[in-house]
C-alpha cells in the first residue's frame, strides 16, 4: 500500500491530461490507492480502535494491524456499494469535470458507454452531491444577495408571488469589480427567516451584505451583518445595474440550465444543479481539468453516500428523470 509516498508522474497530485489520467488509473488497485492516500493522508487508521497502521487483503479492504477488524476502502464515500469498478467512476468524474458546461446523463452514458440511462442519471447525482465541499468556508468581505425564480413560464405572477417557480437565492462575493465566490440556495419563501437562515449559512458575520430594500433582509443589522439598501424599483434593467453580481450569476445559471438539461430541472433535484453550477462557477478561473478531477474526487470521499431509491423516491410520475 502507498501511503502518502510522492506519485511517480511529475511530482503533482493530480493527472492533468487524459493521458496522464490513463496512466495513473490503470488498474482498480490504482484507483483504490488514490483513495486511501485522499481518506488517510497520514497513513491508515483504523475507525474501530483508532490504530495506526493496517495492510491490504484485496478486494478494497485494510485489515487493521491493531484489531484485526476489516474497513473497506470505500466504505462512507460516495462510491460505497457500487458494483462498478471504480475505474469508470474515475472516468465519470474526469468527463464531468471535462465538459464546460456540465455533463448531462445521456452524454455521460454514451462516454462511458454505460448500459444504462438510469445508471448514469443516479451517478450525476451522486457526484453533484459531491460538488460543495463538507465544511466550506463562508463568503466574506462584501456580499450581494438577492432572489431569483427558476423554472417554466408562469403568467400572472407579480413580484415576488410564485407558485410553480422555484425560489433560489444568490450570495456573490464582490471582487473588485468582478466577481468572487458564489453561494446558491432553493428557499421555500422569500420571508426574513428563509433568507437570514440562508445569509447565515453562507455569509461571514460581520461581512457587509448588499441587498435591495425588500422587507425580508430588515433582520441582517441585528443578525451582525452590515447591511447596505439599495432601493430599487422591480425592473429588471435596474436590477442589473445594482446587483451586477447576482444578476450575472442568475443569468449564467438559467442559461446553464437550459443549456445543459434543456431546463427539464424537477424542482426535488434543483438543489443539486444547483451544487453543480456553484461548484464550477467558483472554479471557473481554474483552467486545470485535472485539479478539478482531484477536487471533486477529494469531496467524494467525504460525502456519505445515498442509494438509488433516495434519488429517485421524490420523482413524481415523471417518465424520465432528469
Ligand atoms: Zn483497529
Not at 490503470?26 to 484507483?31: A, G, I, K, L, V
Not at 474497513?71 to 467512476?89: D, Q, Y
Amino acid at each position: 500500500m502507498n501511503e502518502g509516498g510522492k506519485h511517480p508522474i511529475g511530482g503533482v497530485d493530480y493527472p492533468r491530461t487524459l493521458q496522464e489520467f490513463d496512466a495513473w488509473f490503470p488498474t482498480e488497485e490504482t484507483c483504490l490507492d488514490f483513495i486511501r492516500r485522499l481518506r488517510w493522508p497520514d497513513g491508515f487508521q483504523c475507525p474501530a480502535c483508532g490504530a495506526s497502521g493496517g495492510w491490504s487483503t484485496g478486494r478494497g479492504l485494510i485489515r487493521c494491524s491493531n484489531c484485526q477488524r476489516q474497513t473497506s476502502t470505500i466504505a462512507g464515500t460516495v462510491f460505497e456499494g457500487t458494483r462498478k469498478p471504480l475505474r469508470v467512476w474515475f472516468q465519470a468524474m474526469w468527463f464531468v469535470t471535462a465538459e464546460k458546461l456540465g455533463g448531462s446523463a445521456l452524454g455521460l452514458q454514451r462516454a462511458l458507454g454505460l448500459g444504462s440511462y438510469q445508471t448514469a442519471w443516479a451517478w450525476l447525482h451522486k457526484l453533484r452531491r459531491a460538488m460543495v465541499c463538507p465544511g466550506r468556508d463562508r463568503l466574506r468581505g462584501c456580499v450581494e444577495v438577492d432572489e431569483t425564480y427558476v423554472g417554466g413560464v408562469e403568467e400572472n405572477v407579480h413580484g415576488r408571488q410564485t407558485e410553480t417557480k422555484a425560489i433560489v437565492v444568490i450570495a456573490a462575493e464582490e471582487d473588485g469589480k468582478g466577481t468572487g465566490r458564489i453561494r446558491l440556495a432553493c428557499i421555500p419563501d422569500v420571508s426574513g427567516e428563509s433568507l437570514l437562515t440562508f445569509i447565515r449559512g453562507m455569509v461571514e458575520p460581520g461581512a457587509e451584505v448588499h441587498t435591495d430594500g425588500w422587507s425580508g433582509y430588515a433582520g441582517l443589522k441585528a443578525a451582525g451583518y452590515e447591511h447596505q439598501v439599495t432601493n430599487l424599483s422591480r425592473s429588471e434593467e435596474l436590477a442589473h445595474e445594482l446587483l451586477p453580481r447576482v444578476h450575472r450569476a442568475a443569468s449564467l445559471l438559467k442559461r446553464w440550465l437550459l443549456g445543459t438539461h434543456q431546463g427539464a430541472v424537477s424542482r426535488e433535484h434543483l438543489a443539486y444543479y444547483l451544487d453543480e453550477f456553484t461548484f464550477r462557477f467558483n472554479r471557473r478561473a481554474s483552467r486545470s481539468r485535472g485539479l478539478l478531477f482531484y477536487l471533486l474526487l477529494e469531496n467524494a470521499v467525504r460525502t456519505a453516500p445515498v442509494p438509488y431509491r433516495g434519488l429517485v423516491r421524490s420523482v413524481r410520475g415523471r417518465g424520465r428523470h432528469n
